[in-house]
């Protein structure tokens, strides 16, 4: 795809939690229109290589890039990178229209009002836009957290950690066509996930770290 | 750095300045306690030293001073820490913004919410103080160019203790020894007026410490803030 996103490389990759050695040898590639689905039991490094190529944290060993630039020195990799974290990072005293405006002005993404709504409504919470976050369910501050994906218009690469958690059925659906969409755009993506696929996500590679050393 | 590069950093700046602004305004008792505490602690003083004018007005200077400086380090010791828990953090270092930007702008928002207010209700607890009003002229001025060098380490103090337990009290440890040079300036200058001398010297070395502070605090407070959450 030409117009895609550049591959995201890892060779030899090692991460390192305390003394532990999480994995280590790790080597991948990811290209655009590429998704990329991580498994593997509780504690087994998920999180941890979302994090190395989010460049969050650093490698004990081995290195990332982004199409053949160093990933944390890469300017179009800082643009281009979106990452959603196991926590929404949503202000509890804020509306979920100003969390999603601030998190959009952030990321330099389109923050006009109308935007905002329809991504919102395309999230399903367009009845909950002025309403503080405190008062919403987890299941619905997760959707203001993915709300975000729909403000991207750029392909990119999408960093996700347990996107569906807390996501009703139809929350799953619309998230697998946001994902799908996606990565026909010329996007790629990363995510972990401990649930089984749901019927609806798009095809993704599978990348089972409890098959490693 | 391009043109799209310098914008990035405007708008994160002003986006995160703004947020923190709207978030105190929906808790304004939280906003108001800095400076309920900075005016407790400044009326103990007439109870523990005697209510003699002379005496009070000697000391006023550098009680004033030393309540601001605890003021402010009590409330930076939570700059980060809500950020740092609900994953708001992670996103403000990952935006295209630099994260000396971010720093700045959470620095700017802390003396909004917390230094601006001292330096407004300063003359009036000075008056408290039997302080003459050339000298209360001159505390508030000093406490202007004083209190953003407090912001701007106190944010420093919170990105190094962030995610420890007992932050709160290493901060004032480590961070009190570095506001010292503020407070000497700030409070000189007082002394300095009081005894008919120039107050000129006290506001260069307060002016110079706030700018060598505003060029390299946040560097340092970013720097922490990338270890943190690493």
Not at chain 2, 56 to 65: K, P, S, T, Y
């Given at each position: 795809m030409i117009a895609g996103v550049p591959d995201l490389q890892a060779n030899a990759l090692a991460c390192r939690r305390g003394r532990r050695l999480l994995f280590s040898g790790l080597d991948l590639r990811l290209s655009a229109g590429q998704g990329l689905w991580l498994r593997g039991r509780n504690g087994r490094g998920k999180t941890s290589l979302l994090r190395l190529a989010a460049g969050l944290a650093v490698p004990a060993a081995g290195e990332l890039r982004w199409g053949g630039e160093p990933l944390r020195r890469s300017a179009a990799f800082r643009r281009q990178r979106v990452w959603l974290g196991h926590h929404n990072a949503l202000k509890e005293d804020l509306s979920v229209t100003e969390n999603l405006a601030f998190l959009a002005r952030l990321q330099g993404r389109r923050h006009d009002s109308a935007s905002l709504a329809a991504a919102l409504a395309a999230a399903g919470m367009a009845e909950r836009a002025g309403a503080a976050v405190r008062t919403l369910s987890q299941g619905q501050r997760r959707r203001v957290a993915l709300a975000r994906l729909v403000l991207e218009d750029q392909p990119g690469l999408w960093l996700l950690d347990e996107p569906y958690d807390a996501l009703d059925v139809d929350g799953m659906a619309w998230l697998g066509g946001l994902i799908a969409a996606h990565l026909a755009r010329g996007g790629s993506l990363m995510f972990a996930s401990h649930l089984a696929a749901p019927a609806t996500a798009p095809v993704v590679d599978l990348l089972d770290l409890d098959g490693r050393e | 750095m391009n043109d799209a590069g310098e914008h990035a950093h405007e708008l994160g700046f002003a986006a995160l300045f703004a947020r923190d602004l709207r978030l105190a305004s929906r808790r304004r008792i939280d906003a108001l306690l800095p400076l309920g505490f900075f005016g407790v602690a400044v009326s103990l003083f007439p109870f523990g030293v005697g209510p003699e004018p002379q005496m009070?007005?000697?000391?006023?200077?550098?009680?004033?001073?030393v309540s601001a400086l605890l003021a402010t380090m009590l409330?930076?010791?939570t700059l980060y820490s809500g950020d740092h828990a609900d994953g708001s953090l992670e996103q403000m270092l990952l935006s295209p913004c630099s994260p000396f930007a971010l720093a700045s702008a959470k620095a700017a928002a802390h003396w909004c919410l917390t230094?601006?207010?001292l330096v407004l209700g300063a003359p009036l607890f000075g008056v408290m103080m039997d302080m003459a009003p050339l000298s209360l002229a001159v505390l508030t001025a000093s406490l202007l160019l004083g209190t953003p060098i407090l912001s701007l380490l106190g944010g420093l103090g919170a990105a190094l203790t962030l995610g420890l337990r007992s932050g709160g009290v290493l901060l004032i440890l480590l961070i009190l020894p570095l506001a010292v040079p503020a407070l000497i300036f700030g409070a000189g200058a007082v002394g300095a007026s009081d005894a008919g001398l120039s107050v000129e010297g006290h506001f260069s070395l307060l002016g110079a410490?706030?700018?060598?502070?505003?060029?390299?605090?946040?560097?340092?407070?970013?720097a922490a803030l990338r270890i943190a959450v690493e």
């Open positions: - | 009070l007005r000697q000391i006023a200077a550098g009680v004033l001073w409330s930076v010791a230094g601006a207010p410490l706030l700018l060598f502070t505003t060029l390299t605090a946040p560097w340092a407070t970013a």
